[in-house]
């Protein structure tokens, strides 16, 4: 059964003045959304949802969700952290399972794979999100949407090695900004595709800002997400942005598999809604 609610909205969204026309130049300005993603359904493309579980069963997930684990915070391991089987996958909070949803609305036959690290607060550690994300980049992921963030200086370091890691072994990182004002990671890195949410609802349709750190603005407000316990919600943030962008990796990821994540972000800012072929 499904229910209607309407959740708080925190969200640092993508201004509208970062919303300008850029032109694209020689063969870049030849790439097109259909030559990017047309036909694309995400078959064979396997993305990880680093974020509170995803509920395995939920309707809207149509049954992709293929495998989980759970990563607890752990004093006696070597990195302070273990990571579990979370068979069948389960969400402790909802985030997940939302994130999950707007994916599979766009790439309905990428694997979906839940990665665990925040609890039923949506709150984790620092090394659990290290943790889930490492395990992403070196279990065969090609994408992992990344809805959270940590704002600690301290582990710049820790999570950008994690970020390269992952840009050389051909992950694509989709990370949300945070919704309150201030740095936050991985999301400032280059290598990771960072997005705020902008109020559009076409769910393809998605911006680039020629002003980064945050490089990419999709739909995050008023959006319809899947959520935990088969319920379905109405709400608004940076965290429902960055599926959307996942999505469309995945999608762009199935139909063009040898393009590496540099190349791929390319094809992103090429296929922007503001970005239009030069003139002449």
């Known amino acids: 059964m499904s229910t ?29 959304p259909d030559w990017a993603w047309g036909g694309s359904t995400g078959r064979g493309v396997r993305v990880a949802v680093v974020d509170s579980g995803v509920e395995h069963d939920h309707p809207a997930l149509g049954g992709m969700v293929v495998g989980g684990v759970a990563v607890e ?21 909802g985030h997940g399972t939302a994130c999950a949803g707007i994916i599979h609305s766009l790439a309905p036959q990428a694997e979906l794979f839940s990665v665990r690290v925040l609890g039923r607060d949506m ?3 620092a090394m659990q999100f290290a943790g889930g994300l490492d395990w992403a980049v070196y279990n065969g992921m090609h994408v992992a949407n990344l809805s959270l963030s940590t704002s600690r200086g301290e582990y ?6 994690i970020a390269d890691d992952a840009y050389f072994r051909n992950v694509v990182l989709v990370s949300a900004v945070n919704n309150i004002p201030g740095p936050s ?13 902008h109020s559009g609802q076409d769910p393809l349709t998605y911006y680039y800002n020629p002003a980064p750190p945050v490089e990419f603005g999709a739909p995050g407000v008023n959006v319809r997400v899947a959520w935990k316990d088969h319920q379905v919600l109405t709400s608004t943030g940076n965290s429902f942005a960055a599926p959307h962008m996942a999505g469309i990796v995945a999608l762009i990821r199935a139909k063009h598999p040898e393009l590496s994540p540099f190349q791929v972000k390319t094809v992103l800012w090429a296929c922007a809604a503001n970005v239009r072929p030069a003139a002449g």
């Not at 710049?156 to 090695?161: D, I, M, P, T």
């Open 123 to 125: 709150l984790g550690r």
């Open 185 to 197: 990671y991985p999301s400032l890195y280059s290598s990771v595709v960072s997005v705020a949410a």
């Open 73 to 93: 915070y752990d004093e006696s391991a070597e990195y302070n952290y273990r990571v579990d089987p979370d068979d069948p996958p389960s969400d402790l909070s």
């Open 4 to 32: 209607e609610a309407e959740l708080p909205a925190y969200s640092q969204p993508f201004l509208p003045g970062a919303i300008r026309e850029l032109s694209s130049v020689g063969p870049i300005a030849s790439i097109t």
């Open 156 to 161: 710049f370091g820790l999570f950008h090695e």
